[in-house]
């Protein structure tokens, strides 16, 4: 999370949207950096809500706007799975190695998941609080240019990004079947996705 106080506005940072590479890119220019712990740095709207925005309406009597990206679900996910099939991550309950990316998604759609495909959801993150509390500015990720220059614009800064925390390899190829079966389940995903207006 990043918090531009002169400028009125946070960056909350959904996971696997690029925000490592904006968060260095514009660290700098920012009044305040969380990057740890993870639940505060990647810190949704609900606790957004709860811990940042009594904070800055009600000790530092300002109004903050508040901006995020949304990543396409599939290639969200894909993400995910890519990035914990790190050698690393070998023989951890977290690691993706030993399966498919159907296997992966068909794990993230149950109830009860496995801990590999626990990675939360991006339509829970960014859902509005019953007090109003929303994201102002919603981008989608593959819109690079809507989001790069909505901050240019608001910082009054140029925004050279470099590729950070990008997992290797080409991205996963999901089975039609559990393609449609994944839409169908996590229609609110797709849904929300689809509703991101350009220029945010």
């Known amino acids: 999370m ?10 909350l940072s959904v996971p696997k949207t690029g925000t490592t590479a904006i968060e260095a890119a514009l660290s700098d220019k920012a009044s305040m950096i969380v990057s740890d712990p993870p639940e505060l740095k990647h810190a949704p709207v609900y606790r957004y809500n709860r811990f940042f925005r009594p904070m800055f309406e009600k000790a530092c009597k300002a109004e903050m706007e508040t901006f995020a990206m949304m990543r396409e679900p599939i290639s969200w996910l894909g993400s995910w799975y890519k990035y914990r099939q790190r050698p690393f991550l070998s023989g951890h309950p977290n690691s993706t190695a030993d399966i498919s990316f159907d296997e992966f998604v068909l794990a993230y759609m149950k109830g009860n998941k496995p801990s590999f495909a626990n990675v939360g959801s991006q339509a829970r993150f960014l859902e509005p609080r019953p007090n109003g509390t929303k994201v102002d500015h919603l981008f989608r990720y593959e819109d690079r240019a809507g989001w790069t220059g909505f901050l240019e614009h608001r910082l009054n ?8 925390n990008v997992s290797s390899g080409s991205s996963p190829i999901l089975s039609r079947d559990v393609e449609t079966k994944f839409r169908r389940k996590m229609s609110e995903e797709f849904d929300l996705w689809q509703s991101i207006s350009s220029g945010g």
């Open 157 to 164: 800064r140029k925004i050279e990004l470099e590729r950070l």
């Open 2 to 11: 990043l918090v531009f106080w002169k400028e009125k506005l946070v960056l």
